[in-house]
């Protein structure tokens, strides 16, 4: 839809125009509800700066290609917009706008602040360390296997059957124990 409303051609003007059709057009898509509206608008918005200074092909390659460790600014860039992509998702989520702007108000008062406490680990019968540790493996398993398509292809390719049998077993037990309760899958409700 991009390109037969003129792409990257034109002034700016029309540039920024078809990037807010385009965004806002994909957010109708998921419903009709002005939630997924602000949800488009969102990532129109976080596109806006890129478009306009010329940079939105510039970020296009491989975090720390060839490295094993990203630069200080390179984390502040997936820190950014790992935390701007959570952000609109708040609306995507929501039932309707007042209660997304209700979840935000909630989200930066005092509480933001204090340390969170863990009260559902009675359901999953998992500690707070089990679960961070579980998480910290499949972010380093994720980082180690960037480069590829599938973040498994490369690890465990070398191990001896038996060791990968048993990390494939792992998986599925952590799938398993970190099921928690069942949830519909988000687009079963388009």
């Given at each position: 839809?991009y ?20 965004f806002i057009?994909?957010?109708f898509?998921?419903?009709?509800n ?7 608008t969102?990532h129109?918005?976080y ?6 200074l010329?940079?939105n ?7 720390a ?9 390179e ?11 959570v952000f609109?998702?708040i ?13 935000i ?10 340390i969170p406490?863990?009260?559902?680990f009675?359901e ?5 360390s089990?679960?961070?540790a579980?998480?910290?493996i499949?972010i380093?398993?994720?980082w ?6 599938y ?5 465990g390719n070398?191990?001896?059957r038996?060791f ?5 077993y792992l998986?599925?037990l952590?799938?398993?124990l970190?099921a928690g309760?069942?949830?519909?899958f988000?687009?079963?409700q388009?």
């Amino acid at each position: 839809m991009y390109i037969p409303l003129g792409g990257s051609r034109g002034n700016t003007w029309n540039k920024i125009r078809n990037t807010f059709i385009v965004f806002i057009v994909s957010g109708f898509w998921h419903g009709a509800n002005w939630t997924f509206i602000a949800w488009g608008t969102l990532h129109a918005i976080y596109f806006l700066p890129l478009l306009l200074l010329q940079r939105n092909r510039k970020n296009i390659e491989i975090v720390a290609f060839g490295r094993i460790v990203p630069t200080i600014k390179e984390c502040m860039f997936m820190i950014i917009t790992f935390a701007l992509t959570v952000f609109a998702w708040i609306f995507f989520r929501a039932e309707n706008i007042e209660h997304a702007f209700s979840y935000i108000t909630g989200l930066f008062s005092q509480s933001f602040f204090s340390i969170p406490t863990f009260v559902n680990f009675t359901e999953t019968a998992m500690s707070p360390s089990i679960l961070f540790a579980t998480l910290v493996i499949f972010i380093i398993i994720e980082w180690i296997g960037r480069e590829q398509q599938y973040a498994f292809e490369k690890i465990g390719n070398t191990w001896k059957r038996g060791f990968r049998y048993l990390l494939y077993y792992l998986l599925i037990l952590a799938i398993f124990l970190f099921a928690g309760k069942e949830q519909e899958f988000i687009y079963f409700q388009f």
